[in-house]
Antibody, heavy 120, light 108 residues
Framework: EVQLVESGGGLVQPGGSLRLSCAASGFTFSSYWMHWVRQAPGKGLVWVSRINSDGSSTSYADSVKGRFTISRDNAKNTLYLQMNSLRAEDTAVYYC?????????????WGQGTLVTVSS | DIQMTQSPSSLSASVGDRVTITCRASQGISNYLAWYQQKPGKVPKLLIYAASTLQSGVPSRFSGSGSGTDFTLTISSLQPEDVATYYCQKYNSAPPYTFGQGTKVEIK
């Protein structure tokens, strides 16, 4: 059974940093592109970032470019999102999601999400 | 960047009704279009990928169509358990993988 379990969310002050983790199991993690998607309270889904299977290629939404860094450790079956210079508008539930074995694939499994609150 | 526009933003229909949601891309995306269902308080779930391919386990009352810039999600006979917000997403290999703004479906 495919499982994605996020952790690392919490309350952080504006300008602060946080690192999210997503532990994957039930599939060959090193073969899949992975994504982060966020959802502000009461709002819609927003794609944040993606990383290819070996970690050599990454992409970001303009709203987080230069502040967030996606990475992965295939030996630990774990996806990360390092978030720096956090702003109030980054407050959201952050989901990790599995893509495909290629870049052009839908997100077929999602974690339960971890809440990040940016507030003083 | 390619924009994804859904309509309507919300709808109310009776049990058994046929429901159609539209998603329009600002540029052609071939069939790289997915639909997701998010029930209140729950995690998004993939319903349809490649514009018209039903994800395993999804009821056959859901269907998708379209290619290029115009896409539709149809629920052939609305059920109470279909109350949710539905999102389209483009996933051709050029990021960002933009979502539509969502369509909230309620029972009348």
């Amino acid at each position: 059974e495919v499982q994605l379990v996020e952790s690392g969310g919490g309350l952080v002050q504006p300008g602060g940093s946080l690192r999210l983790s997503c532990a994957a199991s039930g599939f060959t993690f090193s073969s899949y592109w992975m994504h982060w998607v966020r959802q502000a309270p009461g709002k819609g889904l927003v794609w944040v970032s993606r990383i290819n299977s070996d970690g050599s290629s990454t992409s970001y939404a303009d709203s987080v470019k230069g502040r967030f860094t996606i990475s992965r450790d295939n030996a630990k079956n774990t996806l990360y999102l390092q978030m720096n210079s956090l702003r109030a508008e980054d407050t959201a539930v952050y989901y990790c999601a599995r893509g495909g074995r290629i870049a052009a694939a839908a997100l077929d499994y999602w974690g339960q999400g971890t809440l990040v609150t940016v507030s003083s | 960047d390619i924009q994804m526009t859904q309509s309507p933003s919300s709808l109310s229909a009776s049990v058994g009704d046929r429901v159609t949601i539209t998603c329009r891309a600002s540029q052609g995306i071939s069939n790289y279009l997915a639909w997701y269902q998010q029930k209140p308080g729950k995690v998004p779930k993939l319903l349809i990928y490649a514009a018209s391919t039903l994800q395993s386990g999804v009821p056959s009352r859901f269907s998708g169509s379209g290619s290029g810039t115009d896409f539709t999600l149809t629920i052939s006979s609305l059920q109470p358990e279909d109350v949710a917000t539905y999102y389209c997403q483009k996933y051709n290999s050029a990021p960002p993988y933009t979502f539509g703004q969502g369509t909230k479906v309620e029972i009348k």
